[in-house]
């Protein structure tokens, strides 16, 4: 929604790419990147709706550097970081994701408003 800021998730990091809003609001080329994990798509360079996940089964080596440049270089040079997804943090059934440590996390400011 208008005047609301814009997440999108790669990697299970939710990055605030408001500041982008020409490249991801309402309308825009990469809109459909928004409001989810869009891990794959971001791999693929791909707007498919069925690449808009966080799933990478499959990826060939290629689209895995690919994924990872766009994540350093793009992502989080450009975009704060604003949280986790839960598949970051927990397992499929929701008990706590033991392999997740805070520390080893890319860093984010916690803004006021949170």
């Known amino acids: ?11 299970g990091v939710v990055f605030d790419v408001s500041s982008g809003k020409e490249f991801y609001g309402k309308g825009a080329p990469y809109n459909a990147l928004a409001g ?11 707007l498919d709706p069925a690449d ?5 089964t499959g990826l060939t080596e290629e689209e895995l550097e690919s994924l990872e440049d766009i ?16 598949r970051r943090i ?10 997740f440590k ?12 949170f």
């Open 71 to 86: 994540f350093n270089n793009v992502y989080k040079a450009k975009y704060p970081i604003v949280g986790y997804t839960s």
């Open 52 to 56: 808009l996940t966080h799933d990478i």
């Open 1 to 11: 929604q208008e005047g609301q800021p814009i997440y999108l998730a790669v990697k």
């Open 90 to 99: 927990l397992n499929d059934d929701g008990t706590p994701n033991l392999d």
């Open 102 to 113: 805070p520390e080893d996390q890319p860093h984010f400011n916690i803004k006021d408003e």
């Open 36 to 46: 989810k994990d869009s891990t794959r798509g971001v791999a693929k360079m791909s």
